[in-house]
């Protein structure tokens, strides 16, 4: 957890980070600082390699840049959640989305620092083998989008700190749109194809600049299976709002009771039915990804940029993140069709019990 915004003392900073110094003067330079936290002392840079480096002070020491530092930070990533993205004939390309969770890594003192070299981009780049990854070659393709960055809130504002940073890169999920993605590179057997993914921060030109603390963070894989049937993805946009400890909430759509945790899509008969289950999954948190319960529940499906209210199918019994909830309907217009993503938002009914979560680690 992070440390306090005032009366911090070197005992609490000594006891948060693992030191066996009291002095302020050594805690500024003690190995164990995470570069990821928004707040620390020392100056953000990267290596030859673009992994994060933080750089102690060699004067001027204050204890007072340990106010907010959370030594549990952890660095941006591209969603894990990856267990398959359907795509089927007829096409010769087709759509779908890469959400990134920026978290707290504090991106803009990195741009604060190279200013005149480049503006923070989100890049996202396939390859067909891990070793082609690992060695930048035979790019299948690559997307580059600008970071958004908002205002530090007030409660994490910190005056007279080392770090002059004011504002701070979306918490996410942000989604990444990856359009024209080509299936002559997905095989149309029954095993499908895992394709590797790297993201990371660039300037506009999609170089490399800085990565997610060390390269290996943007890794992500995904596997594409061939299939006749589309799908559908669950993120949260604005509602229920993330609990304490973890930086987002989202739905997650699964076909049967007990996978919430590992299945993040489900197939879907083409035409206007739909049927699923729901969970809200959180991450972010110190402890991993976790099931959340929720008391009430609210979601849309958004189909071709037309949202259905979601109907409970029978009787809801609200006891996530136990089994979940069945949802069973027609859509308000569309159909599903191959090339296109649909999406289950939480609504502004929906709330959360915190205290009442299933570990997914």
Request: charged share 15%; aromatic share 12%; proline share 6%.
């Amino acid at each position: 957890m992070a440390l306090g915004k005032t009366n911090i003392t070197t005992a609490d900073v000594k006891n948060e980070i693992g030191s066996t110094s009291n002095a302020v003067a050594e805690l500024v330079g003690d190995d164990n600082l995470n570069p990821c936290s928004f707040y620390a002392p020392g100056i953000l840079d990267v290596d030859i390699n673009c992994d994060v480096t933080l750089t102690p002070p060699t004067t001027n020491f204050k204890l007072g840049d340990f106010r907010l530092y959370n030594h549990s930070a952890i660095p941006p990533s591209i969603s894990p959640l990856f267990t398959g993205v359907s795509w089927g004939p007829p096409m010769s390309d087709f759509n779908f989305i890469v959400p990134i969770f920026p978290q707290w890594m504090n991106i803009k003192e990195f741009a604060d620092v190279k200013a005149s070299e480049f503006t923070p981009n989100w890049t996202v780049k396939f390859y067909p083998t891990d070793t082609d990854r690992t060695d930048e070659r035979n790019v299948i393709k690559t997307v580059t989008q600008e970071i958004d960055f908002n205002t530090v809130p007030a409660e994490y504002q910190v005056a007279n700190h080392t770090r002059t940073s004011t504002l701070m890169a979306d918490t996410g999920p942000v989604l990444i749109s990856i359009t024209g993605f080509p299936t002559a590179v997905l095989d149309t057997g029954a095993g499908g194809t895992v394709i590797y993914i790297e993201v990371f921060i660039s300037d506009a030109s999609g170089n490399r600049r800085i990565n997610f603390g060390v390269r290996e963070n943007g890794y992500s894989n995904v596997q594409f299976t061939y299939n006749k049937m589309p799908y559908v993805l669950g993120y949260n946009s604005a509602y229920p709002a993330s609990h304490t400890g973890y930086t987002a909430v989202f739905a997650r759509v699964y076909s049967t009771p007990g996978a919430a945790c590992i299945e993040s899509t489900v197939n879907q008969d083409v035409g206007t039915s739909y049927s699923f289950n729901l969970v809200a999954y959180a991450v972010g948190g110190v402890d991993g990804p976790c099931l959340i319960k929720l008391p009430v529940c609210s979601a849309k499906l958004t189909v071709d940029g037309i949202d259905t209210i979601l109907k409970v199918a029978g009787n809801p019994v609200f006891e996530l993140p136990k089994t979940g909830l069945t949802f069973t309907g027609t859509l308000t217009g569309g159909t599903f069709n191959y090339n296109d993503y649909c999406r289950v938002t939480f609504t502004s009914g929906t709330t959360i019990d915190g205290t009442d979560t299933t570990n997914c680690t």
